[in-house]
């Protein structure tokens, strides 16, 4: 099961300066319910941007430089390459960005769990659009905005319809 993991505002964009556009633990936490224990894959700006190989998850690196090296972590030079890698070490994978890795991997991936954000924010990155005829919304839970978490959003999941 390839699982595409995405937290995204309303017109899908996902990110700005190669950083995310909102602060939500409770999206946090559910990301490191769905992750941990499976491997994850990203492009290299992504793990830049978290600063950091996330714990008890088989980080997975994409990256075309050659000499770009980090503790704790799989360096790839192809996504082929790291979803080969990521099943060795368990079924259950999943992709966690940037924008170009999302793309790249719509077509290989069995579920998205998407976090929609209730958001309108500038953005120079963004979500490929989930086209209905290929995937179909199986669950949703929303939640409001509070103290800790700034926009009402909703965790989704969505299941490749069988085309």
């Not at 790249?104 to 929609?116: F, K, P, S, Y």
Request: hydrophobic share 35%; charged share 25%.
């Amino acid at each position: 099961m390839t699982t595409i993991v995405v937290a995204m505002g309303e017109k899908n964009e996902i990110g700005s300066g190669n950083q995310l556009l909102w602060h939500l633990p409770k999206d946090l936490k559910h990301f490191k319910d769905l992750t941990s224990g499976h491997p994850i894959i990203m492009g290299r700006k992504t793990y830049e941007s978290i600063g950091k190989a996330l714990p008890n998850r088989t980080n997975i690196v994409v990256s075309r430089k050659k000499n770009w090296f980090q503790e704790g972590v799989l360096i790839v030079g192809s996504l082929k390459e790291a979803v080969k890698f990521a099943k060795k070490i368990d079924e259950n994978i999943f992709i966690i960005g940037g924008g170009n890795v999302y793309e790249q991997t719509m077509e290989i991936a069995d579920r998205l769990e998407v976090t929609l954000v209730k958001a309108n924010l500038e953005a120079d990155t963004y979500f490929p659009k989930i086209n209905s005829k290929f995937w179909k919304m199986t669950s949703e839970v929303c939640h409001e905005k509070d103290e800790k978490n700034q926009y009402d959003f909703c965790f989704q999941t969505y299941e490749k319809v069988n085309g």
